[in-house]
């Protein structure tokens, strides 16, 4: 069993930036692929991003890429997800998830575990 616990988020204007960090129990954490969703009211769940085990590989949703990075460091069994140049529209609930099974990562059903979530919220 894995438990995911996310910080760093809070209120911020357009333009600035925060990294939200991820941390999680259990030894198992480091072998499993993780990753980013956030859920704004009134609207759907999204995939964000996600990092492979080994940080060979990573993937972003168009919207964030070139502002945002996924990064993980399986010695501190945590993730983080750094985003700059934030908008409005970056202003959601941000959950990180991790057991990734599956071939879709867009896929909110085939991540095995979620945080709790922590809200973003980009405004002046």
């Known amino acids: 069993q894995v438990q995911l616990v996310e910080s760093g988020g809070g209120l911020v204007q357009p333009g600035e930036s925060l990294r939200l960090s991820c941390r999680a129990s259990?030894?198992?954490?480091?072998?499993?692929?993780m990753g980013w969703f956030r859920q704004a009211p009134g609207k759907e769940r999204e995939f964000v991003a996600a990092?492979?085990?080994?940080?060979?590989?990573?993937y972003y949703e168009d919207s964030v890429k070139g502002r945002f990075t996924i990064s993980r460091d399986n010695a501190k069994n945590t993730g983080y997800l750094q985003m700059t140049s934030l908008k409005p529209e970056d202003t959601a609930v941000y959950y990180c998830?991790?057991?990734?099974?599956?071939?879709?990562?867009?896929?909110?059903?085939?991540?095995?575990?979620w945080g709790q979530g922590t809200q973003v919220t980009v405004s002046s």
């Open positions: 998830v991790a057991q990734f099974r599956g071939t879709d990562y867009r896929n909110s059903r085939n991540y095995g575990y």
């Open positions: 259990g030894h198992s954490f480091r072998s499993y692929t």
């Open positions: 990092i492979t085990s080994s940080s060979h590989n990573t």
